[in-house]
């Protein structure tokens, strides 16, 4: 089973400031690497995948990076409506699909 | 545009029953894998099952092994998940998520969720 690594738990940034979320996999996973975004009380909400590709109607702030073991998302200049609980997950060997355990974006 | 609507969720006594379902609406479901996550109180997300367009691959997580079993109705636009011999430590939001393709890929859609607690 691949394990999924997120750094920091939590990051306190300003608005207009930018935010770096970093996720390691335990083992390569080329690029098969989503971000997802959870505020409080919603679902998951896919944000990237293919570790760079937005998904339909994310906005240009969100960018992802990196491929095989080490992989960034990026938020280049913090919203409010930004606060929000972010994971990343591995798809390409499964079962099982498995996902960092988040970090928890607050506003500053 | 895509929706899941999950129901099913509710209070159980520890080694109860309980299915989920899932509607899905706003795509072919027939021609997409399905998945089953879900996030204990405060806690992450974890995957529980999978299945494929047609049926003929499941896969489950080992926490689920043996009492949890994933199906659908394509005919319904419906996903299922029959879970038994419920445990105190399966308390979550059970969300339903549409693959990206037939299966092994992302999850491009998300359901609202359906909460379960068992407890006693």
């Known amino acids: 089973e691949i394990v999924m690594t997120q750094s920091p738990a939590t990051l306190s940034v300003s608005p207009g400031e930018r935010a770096t979320l970093f996720c390691r996999a335990s083992?390569?996973?080329?690029?098969?690497l989503a971000w997802y975004q959870q505020k409080p009380g919603q679902a998951p909400r896919l944000l990237i995948y293919g570790a760079s590709t937005r998904a339909t109607g994310i906005p240009a702030r969100f960018s992802g990076s990196g491929s095989g073991t080490e992989f960034t998302l990026t938020i280049s200049s913090l919203q409010s409506e930004d606060s929000a609980a972010y994971y990343c997950?591995?798809?390409?060997?499964?079962?099982?699909?498995?996902f960092g355990q988040g970090t928890k974006v607050e506003i500053k | 545009q895509v929706q899941l609507v999950e129901s099913g969720g509710g209070v159980v006594q520890p080694g109860g029953s309980l299915r989920l379902s899932c509607v899905a609406s706003?795509?072919?479901?027939?021609?997409?894998?399905m998945h089953w996550v879900r996030q204990a109180p405060g806690k992450g997300l974890e995957w529980v099952a999978f299945i494929r367009d047609d049926g003929s691959r499941k896969f489950y997580a080992d926490s689920v092994k043996g009492r949890f079993t994933i199906s659908r109705g394509n005919s319904k636009n419906t996903l299922y998940l029959q879970m038994n011999s419920l445990r105190t430590e399966d308390t979550a939001v059970f969300y339903c998520?549409?693959?990206?393709?037939?299966?092994?890929?992302?999850?491009?859609?998300w359901g609202q969720g359906t909460l379960v607690t068992v407890s006693s």
């Open positions: 997950q591995q798809y390409d060997d499964w079962p099982p699909w498995t």
């Open positions: 083992q390569t996973v080329s690029s098969n």
């Open positions: 998520a549409k693959d990206r393709y037939l299966g092994g890929d992302h999850f491009d859609y």
């Open positions: 706003g795509f072919k479901f027939s021609d997409y894998g």
